[in-house]
């Protein structure tokens, strides 16, 4: 079964409906399951609250949550040793670094040209 980490620019993509967001949406249909960290449900409910648009828990329905219970300093580490990221590209590339000890078992998806480069420098596919 095959799996991706789903990083919130896409599903905000999707959910505005920007150009594009079909052919995500296929995408994400080809994968068994969806993770992301949580972090994803504020960013997107902060971007549709932008643009006005209510929040609907469709939006998150595939995706499965990655907690953790530790600080991800030791994933952070690696990956800025790969290349710099915004806080936020960070924290979403080490949750799924923490998840995926190897990264080539899982995708990595994500609208940010930066983050797919280093994801994809760490061995996710992408």
Known sequence: MSAAYVDSSVLVAIALGEVGSEALSQRLAGFGRLYSS??????????LAREDVPFSPRHVVQVRWIWTDRPL??????????????????????????????????????????????????????
């Open 38 to 47: 949580n972090l994803l449900e504020a960013e997107l409910r902060s971007a």
């Open 73 to 126: 300093g030791p994933e952070m580490d690696t990956i800025l040793e790969v290349g710099y990221l915004k806080g936020a590209d960070l924290w979403h590339l080490a949750a799924a670094l923490s998840f995926a000890p190897d990264p080539r078992e899982m995708a990595f998806v994500t609208l940010d040209q930066r983050q797919r480069s280093v994801a994809a420098e760490l061995g996710f596919r992408v």
